[in-house]
Nanobody, 123 residues
Framework: VQLQASGGGSVQAGASLRLSCAASRRTASNNGMGWFRQAPGKEREFVAGINWRGDSTVYGDSVKDRFTISREYGKSTVYLQLNSLKPEDTAVYYC?????????????????WGQGTQVTVSS
C-alpha cells in the first residue's frame, strides 16, 4: 500500500489547512486510517484516527476541538482539517493505514505510512 499526502504549507497562527492522503490500494477502504506528526527533536505524536466507515474518530489531546479527520464511506482517502493553527502544530504530518478496521492511537498498529507533508505555523 502506498500513501500520498498533500496539503501542507506555511501559514500564520490562527489560519487553517486541509491535508489529504490517498492510499493506492482499494483494500485500504476496509481499514482504519490515521494521522501522526513529528516535530524536530520530538517523538512521533498521534493526531487523529478514523474507522473504515468514517463514523468513528479519535483525537490526540493537543488537537481535540481544532482538527477534524474525515473520510468518505468505503474510500481510501482520508482528510485532516486543521483549524486555529498554533506554532506548536509545526511538524511533518504523516498519514497511515491501520491493520484493523478502526483508527487507534498506537503507531505500531499502522504498517503502512506515507512520506509526510510539512506544516509550518509562524506566530
Amino acid at each position: 500500500v502506498q500513501l500520498q499526502a498533500s496539503g501542507g504549507g506555511s501559514v500564520q497562527a490562527g489560519a487553517s489547512l486541509r491535508l489529504s492522503c490517498a492510499a493506492s490500494r482499494r483494500t485500504a477502504s476496509n481499514n482504519g486510517m490515521g494521522w501522526f506528526r513529528q516535530a524536530p527533536g520530538k517523538e512521533r505524536e498521534f493526531v487523529a484516527g478514523i474507522n473504515w466507515r468514517g463514523d468513528s474518530t479519535v483525537y490526540g489531546d493537543s488537537v481535540k476541538d481544532r482538527f477534524t479527520i474525515s473520510r468518505e464511506y468505503g474510500k481510501s482517502t482520508v482528510y485532516l482539517q486543521l483549524n486555529s493553527l498554533k506554532p506548536e502544530d509545526t511538524a511533518v504530518y504523516y498519514c497511515a493505514v491501520n491493520r484493523r478496521s478502526w483508527g487507534t492511537p498506537q503507531s505500531d498498529d499502522y504498517p503502512y505510512w506515507g512520506q509526510g507533508t510539512q506544516v509550518t505555523v509562524s506566530s
